[in-house]
């Protein structure tokens, strides 16, 4: 443990470095303790000692400049004292009881937790300490979870870290904390609201990271800056001269947006920095929100309005709460100028984010996870699918891959049936909603009703879209889900589901294996003749054994000499060529036929398609579970000496869905043969799925064709429906070597 830091009575009673930062504190909280604040920053200003910052100023200036940039969002006590402290634990002797004794539990647990996101680098090359370093980004969101004043301070924290970056002298590691703040604290920032952060944190990241563009888009800035000078300044008047003829209070002032948002837009939107219309915006502050709608009008009045440059973020606010007027006007001399209207409370929650709801809404700083939903506007329900992505991911790497996921997108804002707001990543389908709204719904969805229309899981969604979610029964995955979504929360949700069935899977094939091998020994199955084999296998359960044996880490040979050891099977692993099509009351596994397997451990071979009414029989295939192929399939001649062999049969209500079989046709290279096998494919009620040309000639054709179907009774018919077609010279069902 290291040792106390020591700071004698006298030193505590003398702070006259802490009175200004007191004195910052005390302008929006009167009641501020004085004297806490001075113990921290003479605590942390002795326990730093001589270290001294890459600028050449003692260290302990660091952590008094993020108290001072804390103080500008007006949070409380505890986190200026946090703020003061955050380095003390990690970079000297103090240790974290000596915290707790000073300052207390509250300001000890607030400083640990935002050491563990100082602990990580998001960029290493080495897979033990990235993973090491995803583990404590995981610790970070329970932290900020339980408390958001760790996010504020770590964020206010690399924001003085990153404006005296240019102090440090190795290129590479000025480039991997910006792209750390690009990819990971930026958006941490947006999500809460705190938009200057998060919008210096990107502009001095891409200073560092691209500085030619950088330099390029400033000496652009600094011309448009002179040029529009004047401009500006009679637009700022005429303003203010049209507030005053309506008698309407207002504070008018102006932004000018910084180069990376400029470059950003020139990338995301492929026009020049001529075409930007709001590098300078007016900002109209009013006293009241029916007042913005006032301005509004006005403003439309007077000003020609250019069309699809309007957005109501009042009636719909942005996800951390954003809320105010955007609208673009074309002004003196037919220059476009965005203006910004919006109230005193809406600017404070703009500038403070998640630290000014907090103060209106006077609630604690901590996210309640037990609550499913909270109030739109509230910062802090946007940690939730933080924390539930967390509890569904495998391992800290994929964690860390869902948030980076989930966090760096532009939004889209959508509506459930009863008008609640859900906001999702520009590009998210109807899946992507549907694990937004609840992870539950997006495991049972079955399809879904877009604006009154149903539509595709994949289908994207836009702004205003109105979604009704429509849900079957059991929680399935389906192959391909993964590749629909973007959000990382239904990524990780899919991924959790995918595991969670497949566990199931390969314990219900493990015991129908080690049930079969024990019927062949002609030894009665009981799970209580296999707990001496659990010992000789190193296995805490009969589940644990199954699974293995599902998976095919076991083999059934090793698990026959762990239940009989030293004895060798008697019997010769059954053959199963020829076997007759397998009835439901004798086959082990079942099949549903409708191109799925009947769980994410079985799997369809793609050497053969079966297809529902084909004889088939079950491979096991170490790590994917089993294997479907047709009795007749080539590829079983090499698996004949292999064991676990599995009876299979067809689901009844097989026939009921659609599988996709696979025909090989030779048609004439003619116009309208093509449209006749369509035409005759839906006629017979097949469903054309693809179709790909292997060959072709000045007069034929030879293509493989995927078409779902019932059973192989409806192939067969469909294949002999093709053969009357004049254009048809052959057509057969496919076979491994008729593919390319």
Known sequence: ????????????????????????????????????????????????????????????????????????????????????????????????????EMFGQEIADLVGGVTKLGQVEFSSSDIAKRRHQAENFQKFIIAVSRDIRVLLVKLCDRLHNMRTLHYHPKIDSRERISRETLEVYAPLARRIGVDHICSELENLAFKHLDPAQYETITRRLDTWRSDQHTAISRMSVALRDLMDKYQIPVRIYGREKLP?????????????????????????????????????????????????????????????????????????????????????????????????????????????????????????????????????????????????????????????????????????????????????????????????????????????????????????????????????????ALRRLTRQNEVEEFHRIGRVLAEHALVRENVNFAESSLTDALKRLDLNSTDDLYVALGRGDLLIQDFMKAVFPGRESTRAIEDYAGRDLISDSTAELYVKGDGLTSGVSLHLGDCCSPVPGDRIVGIQSPGRGVVIHTIDCDGLSALENQSGWLNIGWRRSADQAAATARLTATIEHVPGALADVTRIIGEAGGNLVNVNTTSRSPTFCDMIVGIEVRDIRHLMQIIAALRTSVYVVSATRTRPDHED
């Open 1 to 100: 443990m290291n040792k106390p830091v020591e700071i004698a009575p006298d030193t505590v009673a003398a702070c006259p470095g802490a009175d200004d930062l007191a004195a910052l504190v005390r302008k929006y909280d009167p009641t501020v303790d004085t004297d806490l604040i001075c113990r921290a920053y003479e605590f942390a200003k002795i326990a730093h000692g001589s270290q001294m910052r890459h600028s050449g100023e003692p260290y302990y200036t660091h952590p008094v400049e993020v108290a001072t940039i804390l103080a500008g969002l007006h949070l409380d006590v505890q986190s200026i004292c946090t703020a003061l402290l955050h380095d003390v634990v990690e970079d000297t002797d103090a240790n974290p009881e000596q915290i707790v």
């Open 260 to 492: 990376y948002a400029i470059w950003r837009k020139l990338q995301q939107r492929g026009i020049t920095f001529e075409d930007v219309a709001d590098i300078y915006a007016f900002r109209i502050i009013v006293q009241k929100p029916a007042a913005c709608y006032r301005v509004l009008g006005i403003l439309h009045q007077n000003y020609r309005f250019v069309a699809g440059r309007f957005r109501d973020f009042i009636s719909v606010p942005k996800p951390n709460g954003y809320q105010s007027l955007h609208t673009t006007i074309s002004g003196p001399g037919s220059k476009r100028l965005e203006i910004q209207v919006r109230t005193e409370r809406m600017e404070d929650v703009a500038e403070r984010g998640v630290a000014a709801h907090w103060a209106y809404k006077n609630r604690s700083y901590a996210y309640d996870m037990g609550r499913a939903h909270q109030d739109v506007d509230d910062p802090l329900a946007r940690i939730r699918p933080l924390v539930e992505m967390m509890e569904q991911s495998r391992d800290a790497d994929e964690f860390l891959e869902h948030v980076k996921l989930e966090m760096f997108t532009d939004q889209v804002f959508t509506f459930t049936p009863k008008g609640d707001l859900i906001s999702l990543p520009r590009g998210a389908t109807a899946l992507d909603f549907a694990y937004s709204v609840h992870t539950d719904i997006g495991d049972t969805c079955v399809g879904a009703i877009i604006n009154d229309r149903k539509r595709p899981l994949r289908t994207e969604l836009q702004n205003g879209d109105v979604i009704k979610i429509i849900r079957g029964g059991k929680a399935e995955p389906q192959p391909g889900w993964e590749n629909i979504v973007t959000t990382g929360k239904a990524r990780s």
